[in-house]
């Protein structure tokens, strides 16, 4: 496609990587940082003149992307870094404090540049890693660049509820909806200036995206940025079945088709799609089916649930269709239904589905038998004001 889409790294190459001229530079990536011929941030930053590649750090999953979820990703020098000498850290290992980066980490860089594809929902955490770094960078009074990447999903669409003070966490560091609508540059803006953090931040934008834009729309490839991430018609599901991490029920992990799959060995699968169809949910088709998950929940069981085919993508609310989901499983369920109980992402004091949905609100309404209509309608002032709080951080239109 001779008009698409220039990521920020593209943008970087081709002004000559004026931004980063004679800087000692750590980088924050993983392998869907890539161009459009498939080369990764790391190999064009080995052989640029000028700009001396530091340090690596990876985010969850790991550097190389091959971590599932909640598994600490030790950094093994055995691709990119191998005979460079370069430093390698994992930012997420075992404890809460490995995912932010030291001062020893930092030592000796002028800059730290963050080039992660991120899917547009405030609980995948690589906005998060984000974030830590900028503060990390800031203390150090380091320079941080962002190279921006679409928003899979398209920038215009915000959906779900706001997180309340008291229930930050890895998958919820600030408060914003569960699907915000904004690019990581865009993003880092407004943290950074919400947050009241010092220091140099730069944006370096992609050229020709659009807000309306989804990213089968861009013309560049799609590169998995996680495991239980294959593709695009999986992004778009991710902010409404992601919030079946919080119960004992399979959010489809251990299958082909992750967060499209849900359900549980004690589900009849028609009569949770018969029950899903009386929500007449929009922009969504949904299809009874059995799977049988290979690891994590029920690994080697054979479930009952359903498959979500998205139809109609600007219809489509996931947020609001996942809620749906969450009420008919507790009402079809109620001997086996539970929560998630377990820690959760460094957190074992708090709820896993509060931390999703970003305070205990949408939990308890569902216990007293609240409809997922009414406990939706709460979360229409909240979308409202964040248009408007989001809108001087806007770097497309």
Known sequence: MSNRVL???????????????????????????????????????????????????????????????????????????????????????????????????????DALVIDLQDIGSRYYTFQATMLYCMEAAARRKLLTVILDRPNPLGGEVVEGPMLQPGYDSFVGPHPIPTRHGLTMGELAHLYRSERGMSGDLRVIPCEGWRRSMSFDQTGLPWVLPSPNMPALETAFVYPGQCLLEGTNLSEGRGTTRPFEFCGAPWIDPHMLTARLREENLPGVALRPLWFRPTFQKFAGQSCGGVQLHVTDRDAFRPVRTGLCILA?????????????REPYEFVSDRLAIDLLFGSPRERLALEAGESPQAIALQWEPDEGTFLKRRQCWLLYS
């Not at 920020?8 to 940082?33: K, Y």
């Not at 640029?48 to 093994?76: I, M, R, T, W, Y």
């Open 328 to 340: 008919a499983l507790r009402e079809l369920c109620a001997p086996h239904f539970d929560w998630r």
């Open 7 to 109: 990521t920020g790294l593209e943008c970087l190459v081709r002004d000559q990587w004026a931004t980063l001229r004679g800087l000692r530079v750590g980088l924050v990536t993983h392998p869907a940082a890539i161009d459009a011929a498939f080369r990764s941030t790391v190999d064009l930053f080995r052989e640029v003149p000028g700009v001396q590649l530091a340090a690596l750090f990876g985010p969850e999953h790991g550097f190389f992307g091959q971590e599932q979820d909640l598994v600490p990703a030790n950094f093994s020098p055995r691709s990119w870094g191998k005979g460079t000498g370069l430093p390698h850290y994992s930012l997420y290992g075992e404890t809460v404090e490995s995912l932010r980066p030291n001062d020893e980490q930092l030592r000796g860089l």
